[in-house]
């Protein structure tokens, strides 16, 4: 069960904000997410529980919307550094993560 | 750096050839994990392994054969791939198997099959 994320695609101005939403059609105990840039690693940024609180990596924050099944990534003044793909991970009860197809973040000077 | 090594980094191999991909992480993390992605589909799990046993298969064709002789490394082993198998393979490592641990990932292995 696969989580959908949108938008699939963003293009951003430094210093501009964005949003990154993930949801799934089950119940989650955790939401992951990571950065992938071009030929790298997927980095992992951090993770959402259920129940608990929202997260924080340097200027980019994640809540976790537990009602909803939704996770959604902040990217609050963003950097060039920001640009990459933004994947989503979930998981359920055991701990396969799912991912979704990402959203690829562009931002330009 | 991710403190998870991939080698090659790209891999270039006929329908008929046998290669192996490895990985090592250098974290000392019990769980290891790998991940096909293609382009414009989402990572998809193949095989977890945790204290060198395989605790997963998901459904992968028998031409992948994986194998972790210690915690530290794991391979792919491959044989008489299809195009379609051409992608990048991914190695991941946790600390435990289980719920909430993050994975940290490796930079991939890209592969052609010709």
């Known amino acids: 069960q696969q989580p959908v994320q949108s938008p699939q695609a963003v293009i951003l101005r430094e210093g501009e904000d964005a949003v990154i939403n993930c949801s799934s059609s089950?119940?989650?105990?955790?939401v992951h997410w990571y950065r992938q840039k071009h030929g790298e690693a997927p980095v992992f940024l951090m993770i959402l529980l259920k129940g608990g609180e929202q997260m924080r990596h340097e200027k980019i924050s994640a809540s976790f919307n537990e009602k909803k099944q939704q996770s959604s990534l902040y990217l609050t003044a963003s950097q060039l550094s920001y640009s990459g793909t933004y994947f989503c991970?979930?998981?359920?009860?055991?701990?396969?993560?799912?991912f979704g197809a990402g959203t690829t973040v562009t931002v330009r000077a | 750096e991710t403190g998870v090594t991939q080698t090659p980094r790209h891999l270039v191999m006929g329908m008929t050839n046998k290669k192996s991909l490895k990985c090592e992480q250098h974290l000392g993390h019990n769980a290891m994990y790998w991940y096909k992605q293609s382009a414009k589909k989402p990572l998809e799990l193949m095989f977890v392994?945790?204290?060198?046993?395989?605790?997963e298969n998901n459904s992968v064709p028998s031409r992948f054969s994986p194998e972790c002789p210690n915690s530290s490394h794991l391979f792919l082993h491959l044989h008489t791939l299809q195009p379609e198998d051409s992608a990048l393979y991914l190695c991941a490592s946790s600390q435990e198997l289980g719920q909430g641990y993050e994975q940290y990932f490796g930079p991939g292995t890209r592969l052609t099959v010709t």
């Open positions: 991970g979930t998981e359920l009860n055991d701990y396969k993560l799912s």
């Open positions: 089950k119940a989650l105990y955790s």
């Open positions: 392994y945790s204290l060198e046993e395989r605790v």
